[in-house]
């Protein structure tokens, strides 16, 4: 490695975050979208309504079982070949994909694509890899953590949106045939597919020309797309200049001779310092260091919280698209019509547009809590406190859930849904960044953390697979036999078996460390210091000869450290000290003597940093382990988890 890259410099790299934002975005839009015209999609293949719900939960389901199948291959090819290729082929791959599910003429054909978007794309790991990689430095991936997670939110609001204003603009009913029809009649649900397919290609376009490889093996090697991406940049700049000063809105500039080197010594060089030599990798970890009890039961908790929450999420919108009790469908089952209350099936007769405004609602809602609501209360009530009383709250949001669709009028369905939407997606929001940072602080030791990670993702994505399918499977057949009960019933029984092992979490403590100075410490002692050199500035002296202290302090102020803000002072003097004066000091300087030390305390070369604080978590100082391990996960939660 070295000595430019071994010192890099501690700040975040926002351009690089900002492109990788730009590549991710479109992710979102594209698994989102087609939540409100599913049902309806799914209908128009022929399929009857009281099926809808099994074929829906299939179609869900096969996407995240790929994705778990491949998504440990996806992490080896990044590991080979590196990170950006792995990210460029999964967004090509999902792109492709979405415009096989929307030119989609049968049931077959759709239920491919999803699956094969599901294996062609492994990016969710690959993208936190990534953000880890371009920031290593840990006061800084707070803030880094919670932009993915952010975007995702961001993408799972403009989705819905799409999906429901765009799917059918022709209205065309399912089973209609039509002479001569236009491409939209022929294939109503590819428009939505298409936008998505549009924000794929900028995201594709963008990451080929400007996004860095961070795989360290591979950051040496010529990336043709970033060579092309310079010259872009360097014409657009040149052209750009030449026309303001055509039009005489810049000075014309005669060119300067270069004034600097072409090979600038490095840092190490002049201080007359040794490269730093490249460590060799510690072995991988074993099995029993990854799977602890603790571990063992974070990832429990998780897959489960994964399975009821997602099959919550895709039962929704069959459920609104379904007939009411009271539109005297064949396919609903009104109460009243047995001696048995529990008896009666229906939803809300909604159409995929008012679907779609509904999800988008609950997206917007979702990143309200999640931005202003969740770090305050989180931070103050403790991660394991907030997800005891979240788990305790879905099973009630689940059992409740069926009776909305008795209400006498379809506003009334619909607003009783929404609010207990609202109180479900809360409890989401809390419960998905709460269980990572249990997951996260889990772990034995940092070198078992991406092993341990891994295994989370996975455990996810079976959860997200086998939630789905089971529950589109008892809705269609608790609709056949006048039971819409049965699936609601289904996901609140798993929501309480689920949410016995979280009582037997236990909060860890994080890789911060107990003795790191939190953000009240550092601002107290840099004002006691300068208060200090106010006090004993201009104050005459015998001149002092540069003692140990002083040496050590010099050397660290050199590397950008905080011992010459505290020595100032000294350099004031211009005496010498005897023993007995130096014992007769004062105690205003020996404070300041004491905190000069508490602050270089781990090494003369090593730069103190202030913590950088998630996105919404305020300025409130809060101590570095806990900050880091709050705001890695802050944001990781949406309506549909697809961070």
Known sequence: MTASKGRRERKLPIQQLCILAICRFAEPIASTSLFPYLPEMIESFGIPQSDIGKWAGLATAVFSLSQACLGIAWGRFSDIYGRKPAILLGLASTMITSLMWGFSKSLPMAIVSRALAGAGNGNVGIIRTTVAEMVPFKELQPRAFSIMPLVWNVGSIFGPTIGG????????????????????????????????ACFFAIGITVGILYLEETLETLQDHRDYGRVLGDKLTAFVK????????????????????????????????????????KEPPPPPPSFREVMTRQSILNLVVYALLAMHTMAYDQLLPVYMQYPSVYSGSPYATPPGSDSNPLKFA???????????????????????????????VARRLGILYCLKWCVCVFPITYFIMPFTALLPTQRAQVGACFAVMMVKCFCGIFAYPCSTILIT????????????????????????????????????IGVKRGYVI??????????IIAAI?????????????????????????????????????GKAGPILLPNKHQTEEEEEEAYGGVGGLLSRTNTASSAALSEDESANATPTASRRNSQGHALSRRSSRRVMRRMSIPLGMGSQGISRRYSSNLGQSFGSAGSYNGN
């Not at 765009?166 to 039509?178: D, F, R, S, T, W």
């Open 486 to 495: 049965a699936p609601w019933w289904t996901f609140s029984a798993v929501s």
């Open 346 to 376: 229906g939803g809300f007769t909604l159409d995929h547009f008012r679907i779609g405004l509904v999800s988008t609602c609950y997206g917007v809602f979702g990143m309200l809590i999640q931005f202003f609501i969740f770090p305050p």
């Open 441 to 476: 602080n889990s772990a034995s030791s940092l070198r078992v953390l991406g092993t341990l990670n891994g295994l989370a993702t996975s455990v996810a994505a079976i959860g997200r697979a086998a939630g789905p399918a089971v529950g589109g499977t008892i809705f269609t």
């Open 238 to 277: 040149s052209t750009s200049i030449k026309v303001e000063e055509v039009l005489h809105l810049r000075e014309s500039r005669p060119a300067q001779a270069e004034a600097e080197p072409l090979l600038k010594p490095t840092e190490d060089e002049e201080n007359g310092l040794p490269l730093e030599t």
């Open 501 to 537: 092992p979280v009582f037997w979490l236990v909060e860890g403590e994080g890789f911060g460390g107990d003795d790191e100075v939190s953000d009240e410490e550092e601002e107290i002692l840099e004002v006691e210091a300068l208060e200090g050199e106010a006090e004993n500035a």
């Open 165 to 196: 204003a765009l799917a059918n603009p022709l209205n065309v009913q399912p089973g209609e045939e039509i002479k001569n029809p236009s491409l939209f009649e022929r294939f109503p649900y590819a428009l939505p597919n298409i936008v998505s």
